[in-house]
Structures are given as C-alpha cells and as structure tokens.
C-alpha cells in the first residue's frame, strides 16, 4: 500500500527562524502532493499542491515546498516563522490507480512557534 | 461564498447506537469526501461521493456508510457504535473528482462513543 510518512511528530522553533517539515511519500509514480494546515478546533486548509512541472511550489502564508523525486520527498519550509504558524501540519498524497484517487495523509507535525 | 458546513459539531452517543453526521458541501461543488482523524490513526479517508454515486472507498467496515443527496449535501451514518469510533469527523467538498483537485475542509464533528 502506498504510505505518507512525516518524520518528525513535533517540530519546535523560535519565532523568526526557519523551518522545515519533512514529509516522504512511497512512490513518485502518477503522484500529487499537497500540504495543509489545520488550528485548533478547524478543519484542514490547503497550504499548497504539486501536480506537476516546477518543482518549487509556492504556497499561501510564505510556505514553499520542493518535489524531489530521487528522494520521494516534499518537504515544506518556511524562511521565518510566526507565531500564528503554531499549528499541525499534514502532509499528503494521491495516487492514480485505475483512475480512483484516495488520498492518504501523513500523521502529522505539530509545529510549535515559540516568542 | 459559505464554506462546508458539518452538524452536529459536537455528538455524544452510547455503544451499540447509530449516528448520522451531516455535510453541507461548497455551493457548486458536487464532490464530498468523509475522513476520519483520530490521534492513534492520524487522518484516514472514508469515502468519497460525487453526483450521488460512491466513488471511493477506504478501508472502513460496513457499519460506516454515507449518501449524497441531488443537491450535493451529504450524510454520513455509523451504525452499532464502538468505543473506537470516537473521532473527529471531517468532511471535505471538491468541484470535481478524479485528483488533482484541492479539497475544503468543515470544520468536523467531533464524535465521542461512551
């Protein structure tokens, strides 16, 4: 079965430092990837995706991420973080089998933002 | 534009009972996918529904079961609750199916089976 892992469960950090949340997916086959993010009591948002083509994605509140597939990884950083960052992370994929996309998620990281 | 609404937000219920979470998807958008996160599991994909008809399926027993109406809302129904079903719900609305496409998140039912 195709797997999302995230390698870290918890990731603390200084405001204003950079960030990295590692994400590594099974297969780069047929592969889309998306991280979200999900506050207190909130559903999950869509930080960014890659489909295909470059593989820097930029997403939304200062986040990027790197498709490297060599590595099957898609990690996400931030150059400087907030404290409004303290969230938890998840990392995600889809694989095309037969035309039927099930996402699988990772187990998530929660980034802790400290003053 | 409304979000995707989910009710109740917070369920109480007895083993052995049957419970029915509502989702109100985007206006538009005909594809409601259910997951269920919990802190052992993590987030785990239920099913997906698009233009009424069951798309896909995760790996769940049959007592958790869903539909879609004409108008895209979607319910979803546990039967012969387990202590272990205790969760957060969350539903999730696409514009199509088929990958590739972003997923809105509710803000989820929160289920707890004493």
């Known amino acids: 079965a195709q797997s999302v892992t995230q390698l870290d469960s918890q990731v603390p950090v200084f405001e204003e430092a950079p960030v990295e949340l590692r994400c590594n997916y099974s297969?780069?086959?047929?592969?889309?990837l998306f991280w979200y993010v999900q506050y207190p009591n909130q559903g999950l948002q869509l930080l960014l995706k890659?489909?295909?083509?470059s593989t820097l994605v930029k997403g939304i509140n200062g986040f990027e991420a790197e498709f490297n597939k060599s590595q099957t990884s898609f990690h996400l950083r931030k150059p400087s973080v907030h404290i409004s960052d303290t969230a938890e992370y998840f990392c995600?994929?889809?694989w095309g089998t037969g035309g039927s996309y099930i996402p699988t998620f990772g187990r998530g990281t929660s980034l802790i933002v400290h003053p | 534009k409304a979000g995707v609404t989910q009710t109740p937000r917070y369920l109480i219920k007895t083993r052995g009972q049957q419970v029915t979470l509502s989702c109100s998807p985007i206006?538009?958008?005909?594809?409601v996918s259910w997951y269920q996160q919990t802190p052992g599991q993590g987030l785990q994909f239920l099913f997906e529904?698009?233009?009424?008809?069951?798309?896909n399926k995760g790996n769940f027993p049959g007592r958790f079961s869903g539909r879609q109406f004409s108008n895209s809302r979607s319910e979803m129904n546990v039967s012969t609750l387990e202590l272990g079903d205790s969760a957060l719900y969350l539903c999730?609305?696409?514009?199509?199916?088929?990958?590739?496409?972003?997923?809105?998140f509710g803000q989820g039912t929160r289920l707890t089976v004493v």
């Open positions: 297969s780069s086959v047929s592969v889309y």
């Open positions: 529904y698009f233009s009424e008809t069951q798309r």
């Open positions: 999730a609305s696409s514009p199509r199916t088929g990958g590739q496409t972003e997923a809105f």
């Open positions: 995600a994929a889809e």
């Open positions: 206006s538009g958008h005909r594809s």
């Open positions: 890659y489909l295909s083509g």
